[in-house]
């Protein structure tokens, strides 16, 4: 699976959107995006995956680059609750395969 | 549905002691996984089953057994605790579909060994 990278944390005031970055410049064509985030001493809660089109779905959008070599999650209106490690990552669309968390991003929601 | 849920919660082991961790999921999903979590650090895969009876290493699978008897259960275990297995313990189960092979994951075990 191609490596990612992400910023360590981020801040965002409530209400605004959060856009969280991450680099893959290593992907290959058959390997998907996927974000997912941790909230605090919790499991993992998917959020969206895509391929080369942009998606949305009812708690985020993911814009992928043309060339796929990065890509943004955002959040169009963060709330506290956002407040959240999340995680950018790039696999093989198999259900066998396990998802390589890397350390993600530390998004802080604040009032 | 309960989704992915896992027993017990906390446990507290003695050097050398052994522990099973039960997970259960009534999704009917055929792909199950454990994960263990260190602090500051993301998940790391332990095993994984893709279907009932069968079992396959992950990144760390040392010291630890799985078993997969039940579609619906999986299990790992600790012959013989150690301290560096301190960790909050994660399953997760996903479908086996070529959908999104989005995965399902529980609450937690944190597991301390003195």
């Known amino acids: 699976d191609a490596k990612t990278t992400q910023p360590t944390s981020m801040d965002c005031a409530e209400g605004r959107a959060a856009n969280l970055p991450c680099n893959h410049s290593?992907?290959?064509?058959?390997?998907?995006v996927y974000w997912y985030r941790q909230i605090h001493s919790q499991g993992p809660q998917y959020i969206i995956h895509g391929l080369k089109n942009n998606e949305t779905n009812e708690m985020a959008s993911l814009i992928i680059t043309e060339d796929r070599k990065s890509s943004t999650l955002i959040l169009p209106h963060a709330t506290l609750r956002d407040t959240a490690v999340y995680y950018c990552i790039v696999r093989l669309l198999s259900g066998g395969t396990a998802l390589i968390f890397g350390k993600g991003t530390t998004l802080s929601v604040s009032s | 549905n309960a989704g992915v849920t896992q027993t017990p919660k906390f446990r507290v082991l003695k050097t050398g002691q052994s522990m099973t961790l039960l997970c259960a999921q009534d999704m009917n999903h055929e792909y199950m996984y454990w994960y263990r979590q260190d602090p500051g650090m993301g998940l790391r895969l332990i095993h994984y089953?893709?279907?009932?009876?069968?079992?396959a290493k992950g990144e760390v699978p040392d010291g630890y057994n799985v078993s997969r008897l039940k579609k619906q259960n999986f299990l790992l275990g600790l012959e013989s605790a150690a301290p560096s297995q301190t960790s909050v313990y994660f399953c997760a189960s996903s479908y086996s579909l070529a959908q999104s092979y989005e995965q399902y994951f529980g609450p937690g075990t944190r597991l301390t060994v003195t």
């Open positions: 089953s893709v279907g009932e009876g069968t079992t």
């Open positions: 290593t992907i290959s064509g058959n390997e998907y």
